[in-house]
């Protein structure tokens, strides 16, 4: 498919959606005024490029015309450098539009649920755990997006076997997404008297926010749990029971919430992690349908994958799936990780660009 005809399909949906939403008899749904709406929006920038592009193509076929039939010297001198100032906008909007084109992830501007989880390494994996919860708490702070805890489980002082949370703010998965895999960290643990370096590790889960309309939930394959909710070492245990579990019979997932004092909360949360569950499985069937024939995984969310390496004696933090170090690790657990970010975003950027004929 040429792009001429690529952007042709673009303008003609864009013109359809303009249509339906002047239709008054649309004008009363609200969900899916509000959904034609946003992919309007998505269109909207390579809809300007692409009429700006056919009248810089429609110039030049007439400027070219001119040099090859005017006989005055003056008006083929004028036309000849109006013809290289358009070629050289024509090449500009090539490019922007080859960006534009390639295909973007349909969930780049969900909110998300990240879950933090201790693996190998004892009391070591435990204190990790949290550093990394602090990290994606200071980034998401620099971004102005809002955090909430789901739920927890502390192992001891400043340690945590697991975390669940959610990240509210304009593109949090688009930038959060390539988090998802296992983290190692290099250190010498507080406890080790012989000064030996220790290697233990996290698994991070970073998962699409999913609406209702997202995933599709039977009130009938819910099988829901209601228990009384407590804090480790048997401290701030509730006297009601208003902790929530709730697991979809047909995919085995479940999910708890007992961060709230009201049940219902609890109740709302854990289904909204659930609906993330469900959907990132979902996104993950359909990723390894297709996973044969790309050559990167990156932002794949394969959580059995070792992504990232913290490694404290040389102050340095190594991502693997682009050979790319940084040796700004306080900084970076500070919460400053848009270098890798960004290093993620062009490498994914360059892949799909070069897997898009246009």
């Not at 690529?6 to 939403?21: F, G, H, T, W």
């Amino acid at each position: 498919m040429t792009m001429l005809t690529r952007l042709a399909s673009v303008e003609n949906r864009y013109d359809e959606i303009e249509e339906l939403m002047a239709d008054p008899e649309l004008a009363v749904d609200f969900t899916r005024i509000r959904n034609l709406a946003k992919e309007q929006a998505t269109m909207r920038t390579v809809v300007q490029l692409s009429r700006e592009y056919r009248g810089v193509l429609k110039q030049l076929e007439e400027t070219t015309a001119i040099v090859r039939q005017e006989s005055d010297p003056e008006m083929v001198a004028f036309a000849k450098e109006e013809e290289g100032q358009l070629e050289v906008r024509k090449a500009e909007l090539e490019e922007s539009l080859r960006l534009e084109l390639i295909p973007k992830d349909p969930n780049d501007d969900k909110n998300v649920i990240m879950e933090i989880r201790a693996g190998t390494g004892g009391d070591e994996a435990g204190l990790f755990a949290a550093d990394l919860y602090r990290m994606y708490m200071r980034y998401a702070q620099r971004m102005g997006w809002k955090t909430e805890v789901i739920d927890a489980s502390e192992t001891g002082v400043g340690a945590m076997k697991e975390i669940v949370f959610a990240v509210k703010g304009q593109g949090a998965y688009s930038r959060l997404k390539y988090e998802s895999g296992g983290h190692r960290v290099q250190r010498i643990p507080t406890t080790e008297s012989s000064g030996r370096i220790h290697t233990s590790a996290a698994t991070v889960a970073v998962l699409p926010e999913a609406e209702e309309v997202d995933v599709d939930i039977r009130p009938e394959d819910l099988d829901i749990d209601i228990f009384r909710a407590g804090g480790h070492g048997g401290q701030n245990v509730q006297k009601v029971e208003t902790a929530v579990r709730i697991t979809h019979i047909p995919t085995g997932i479940t999910a708890t919430c007992q961060d709230e004092r009201s049940q219902l909360k609890n109740r709302e949360k854990a289904m909204g992690v659930l609906r993330s569950r469900i959907l990132a499985q979902e996104i993950e069937r359909q990723h390894q349908e297709v996973s044969a024939n790309r050559r990167s995984q990156i932002g794949s969310g394969d959580r059995s994958e070792r992504i990232r390496t913290f490694n404290f004696p040389q102050g340095r933090v190594t991502d693997h799936r682009i050979n790319f170090s940084s040796y700004n690790l306080e900084q970076i657990l500070d919460g400053d990780i848009d270098e890798f970010v960004q290093e993620l975003q062009q490498r994914e950027q360059s892949e799909k660009l070069a897997d898009t004929a246009l």
